[in-house]
């Protein structure tokens, strides 16, 4: 357990999930860093108000940096010379050479860039010559089984004085499906000098224990394992202090929906948290009982009043349950 207890624990980008709110209470469970959803240089480009609310900060996190995408190299270059350098919160820049979206793929950006080594070798000295900040780009193994370059591209990532990759253990072909190759992240670890964070398929304590013997990587990139459990991070931290841990009562859980909703009440207005809550509902009650029911009538709300309301009566149900066990 020595050898893994200084690894860090990260919350990885995702697109409508990891908001202000969510990173907020990903901190408060111990993640060490947190991202925002990727943003877009060419979308920096034009002063785009959607964009600033994604690259938008709040002064309750401490560990929060951005992601951005893109090819154009005089638009990476002015994104984060204009818009990230000044960010005084912002300690890190992370760049997406992963995302396998098909809009974005179609764009030559996101992992159609480990077809290109030519950009990625271009675009990583771009970023490295345009900050002082810390930089990690974060790639997959390849775009297919067959052209698997991950090796490739971390070695010039490391060259051209990249701080750190990740590796997301699944080619583009595969997006989300499939078993992530471990061995390929030992593989880059084995490789590079500088640290590696592994990323895939880490949902549980023991998930992350696995993935730290098989690969020696330098931590760990929680994505959806931290999706409706934030409870992850704690976990998983109480496991290398103590080498245990205790999971969250069904009622603990609800009062977490509940302040994630309060949080977003902050940023947003309350007809789109309404909106954007009823995903992350579905997946915080998941496996609890009468999820279903609850889940269905959460996506017939229109209020907060209504939907504080149907939390604390699902909590009464389910300490009444807890306390009949």
């Known amino acids: ?5 200084n690894k860090e624990i990260m919350l990885a980008p ?72 000044p960010l005084d919160n912002v300690k890190e820049i992370s760049f997406n050479m992963g995302c396998p979206a098909p809009k974005i793929f179609k764009n030559g950006e996101g992992s159609a860039l480990m077809k290109d080594l030519d950009q990625v070798d271009k675009i990583t000295k771009t970023l490295r010559k345009s900050t002082d900040k810390i930089i990690n780009v974060k790639f997959r193994t390849g775009v297919d089984d067959s052209h698997k370059n991950y090796l490739e591209v971390g070695k010039m990532c490391e ?74 991070f704690k976990y998983i931290k109480d496991y290398l202090k103590n080498g245990s841990y205790q999971k969250v009562r069904p009622a603990e859980i609800v009062d977490q929906i509940r302040e994630q909703y309060e949080l977003s009440l902050l940023y947003k207005d309350e007809r789109l948290v309404v909106n954007q809550m009823r995903k992350h509902v579905g997946w915080y009650i998941k496996g609890l009982p009468n999820a279903t029911k609850i889940r269905e009538k959460v996506n017939t709300l229109k209020t907060k009043e209504e939907i504080f309301s149907l939390l604390d009566e699902y909590k009464d149900v389910l300490e009444e349950e807890n306390d009949r066990e």
């Not at 357990?1 to 207890?5: A, F, G, K, P, V």
């Not at 943003?39 to 996190?61: G, P, R």
């Open 159 to 232: 060259t051209n004085g990249i701080d750190y990759v990740i590796l997301h253990a699944r080619t583009r072909d595969q997006h989300y499906q499939g078993k992530a190759s471990w061995e390929d992240i030992r593989i880059l670890k084995d490789n590079l000098s500088i640290p590696v964070i592994a990323n895939g398929d880490v949902f549980t304590v023991e998930d992350f224990i696995n993935i730290m013997d098989e690969t020696k990587a330098d931590g760990v990139m929680l994505a959806r394992g931290a999706m409706g459990n934030p409870f992850l």
């Open 14 to 85: 995702l697109a409508g999930v990891t908001d202000v709110a969510f990173r907020i209470i990903c901190e408060k469970y111990g993640a060490d860093k947190t991202f925002t959803e990727m943003v877009s240089v060419n979308a920096m480009a034009f002063d785009n108000k959607q964009t600033d609310e994604i690259m938008f900060i709040s002064d309750k996190e401490k560990h929060a940096n951005i992601q951005i995408f893109g090819r154009d190299l005089e638009r990476i270059e002015k994104a984060v010379k204009e818009k990230i350098n």
């Open 1 to 5: 357990m020595s050898e893994t207890r």
